[in-house]
């Protein structure tokens, strides 16, 4: 993207204090959390990362201009801090507010008909005295079948939802603006929004924690972004973490 892309986004997305659109980088989310002069929400994008990473360490690749990469920079109050646990579960429904036929499998892998469509990561430095948190999405826009890095994974190009990068960039970060308005707010519309889109909800899982393995029942989303489990035993859980499967007859994952 030139320099005159860059320029129309920042007309089209003035509550951002400072946006680029750059060629190539290692990481977005890297980028941003090195500066630690960035201001509160500044964003970067990219044509391509070659070291870009998703939760659990995975690798995130793509050919270049496949993807929409972007890297968000929130710096919360200290009194928020208590909070952050929610900001990924944020980022997964402001993805889902532009893409209607979209779900989220908690906490914020979107899918699509059960094939994920982006990765979300979130990450922290300077806590607990200047707190800053980049929010990092990837969401695969042009990929091919034979492009995509897992066979459970799906493109915008693939469900036929046609839209150009620049006008797809700028639908993302208008709603995340306006549901990180929304999380600021204290709104508690915010988590009951999460929940009608979470298809976690109510599904058979299973769990992989730092703990070990859960087998159960998704009962609910907690106002905190705590996953609600009771287990094949009648135990109750609730979790901060860990990689969910939705259980099928086939108990395929996805």
Known sequence: MDQDTS???????????HLRWIETTGSTN??????ADSPHLSVLLAEHQTGGHGRLGRTWTAPPGTQLIVSILFR???????????????????LSDVLDPATLKWPNDVLIDGRKLSGILLEAAGLPDDPRVVIGIGVN?????????????????????????????VAVLTALHRRLEQWLEHDPKLMESYRLVCSSIGQQVRVETPRGTLLGSVTGVGTDGLLELIDDRGDNHRL???????????????
């Open 30 to 35: 890297d980028d941003l959390l090195r500066d």
């Open 76 to 94: 919360p109050a200290l009194d928020e801090l208590d909070r952050l646990g929610t900001l990924p579960l944020v980022a997964g429904l402001a």
């Open 141 to 169: 826009v042009s990929l091919t079948r034979e492009q995509l890095p897992v066979a459970h994974a799906t493109s915008l190009t693939l469900e036929s939802i046609d839209v150009g990068r620049e006008d797809f960039a």
């Open 7 to 17: 320029q129309r986004l920042r007309q089209r997305l003035p509550q951002y204090a």
């Open 240 to 254: 901060s973490a860990g990689d969910v499967t939705h259980l099928r007859r086939t108990d395929s994952d996805y």
